[in-house]
């Protein structure tokens, strides 16, 4: 296969994002420009010290590829700089062809005293609306029939209580209670706000949970996941990044999950834990069936996995092969861009070159994303965007016709 012709391909077709962090995507130049302008200490004021010491090309586990967020998060303070990197954010997706996104971000750890929730909710929406506003207005969708750029947000709870201005007083406050306990409050917390932001007129779509696996069970936070369920708020669910397939099971039985985000180990016997679970390999068949047949679309993210699981050594050796072979619905995502230096494209380039995808592969990936997103309209309104954004595909696919048949 021609690669700078697949390379071609691959940035002129729309493409979605449906697993990304608002944090782990700032532009480096941004993070240097902020952190000076809010006297925050950085390892280095240079792309390229910053590059060596925080955004690697590897890492060498899941807490050393999280170590960049003590950096992001702390230049994400105030209304003007959120609202600039999400306004950033925006357009870096535009510019290489990514259509509909989907930002996922932990509002809470935003909040101090220049901003409360609903602050938080309106710079980062009023940056992408900017954005989307610009483009959508722009030659390029008016006159040459681009799809239209469109977004949705996700915000995240945590699983454990970091170290933040609101966590810390809640801490305070609720004295009493156990850390985890005041974790699980911090959730049903955001849900409520969630609630407020989305009547006024907020793009909020779904509900998240981010934050170590292992030692803090999803099933903690199953209130706040309940209040979201009651008001109709998409739920997706990191799982299966750093543990095994209950992980996942208790995401998609307790927390009514229409998504998992990564699902690395689905397929891996020997991640689970649970003493209960006699036959691995059935229990296992059962969940992958279950998921297969209920659609529930993984976030696949390729480079962030190769990142914090080091051990998977080649990118040939992804559960992705597994996932394909078993028909599964299937997301490829970034996670982060500046934090894995990745882009939608290079995903998508990824997957072809190590799996050999084929053009409907490649087609279905996006098309499942779009059809999988939590899209902010009516559904009506999502299957038209859909239909334009399949059919924007399907012009490009044919200008590059001869591509997969070599």
């Not at 729309?14 to 302008?37: F, M, N, W, Y």
């Not at 305070?172 to 850390?179: I, Q």
């Not at 990142?307 to 996670?335: V, W, Y």
Request: positive net charge.
């Amino acid at each position: 296969m021609n690669k700078e012709r697949l390379r071609q391909f691959i940035k002129e077709m729309p493409k979605c994002d449906l697993h990304v962090h608002l944090g782990g995507s700032i532009r480096i130049k941004t993070l240097i420009e902020l952190a000076q302008k809010r006297n925050i200490i950085l390892p280095s004021y240079t792309e390229a010290g910053l590059n060596e010491t925080v955004f690697k090309d590897s890492y060498k586990d899941l807490p050393e590829y999280l170590k960049g967020f003590d950096y992001t998060i702390a230049v994400m303070q105030t209304p003007e700089d959120l609202e600039r990197v999400a306004y950033e954010f925006a357009w870096d997706n535009i510019n290489e062809g990514v259509c509909y996104v989907e930002v996922r971000f932990a509002p809470q750890l935003c909040i101090n005293k220049l901003m409360n929730i609903n602050d938080v909710f309106k710079a980062v929406s009023n940056g992408l609306e900017r954005a989307k506003n610009e483009y959508n207005s722009s030659e390029k969708v008016t006159k040459q029939n681009f799809s239209e750029f469109e977004y949705g947000i996700i915000s995240c709870a945590m699983r454990s209580m970091p170290k933040s201005e609101y966590f810390d007083k809640l801490l305070e406050v609720h004295g009493s209670s156990s850390a985890r306990r005041v974790s699980a409050l911090a959730s049903y917390e955001l849900v409520l706000a969630m609630i407020k932001a989305r009547e006024k007129g907020y793009k909020i779509v779904a509900f998240d949970l981010a934050g170590a696996e292992d030692g803090f069970p999803a099933v903690e936070h199953k209130d706040a996941y309940a209040l979201a369920h009651k008001n109709f708020f998409k739920k997706t669910v990191h799982a299966g990044e750093a543990y095994g397939a209950e992980s996942i099971f208790q995401a998609i039985t307790e927390l009514h999950a229409d998504r998992i985000g990564h699902g690395y180990y689905l397929f891996s016997e020997e991640m689970i834990k649970n003493k209960t679970i006699k036959n691995k390999k059935d229990f296992i068949k059962k969940l992958v069936e279950y998921i297969a047949d209920a659609r529930i679309t993984i976030e696949v993210c390729l480079t962030s996995n190769l990142q914090t699981n080091p051990h998977i050594g080649n990118l040939k050796n992804h559960s992705f092969k597994k996932m394909m072979e078993n028909k599964l619905s299937i997301a490829i995502c970034t996670d982060n861009r500046t934090v894995s230096k990745t882009t939608v494209s290079r995903e998508l380039e990824l997957a072809v070159d190590n799996f050999n995808l084929s053009s409907k592969e490649l087609k279905n990936c996006m098309i499942y994303g779009l059809k999988r997103s939590f899209y902010p309209g009516s559904y009506i309104a999502k299957r038209e965007y859909v239909r334009k954004v399949i059919d924007h595909f399907l012009t490009v696919e044919k200008k590059y016709s001869d591509l997969f048949d070599k």
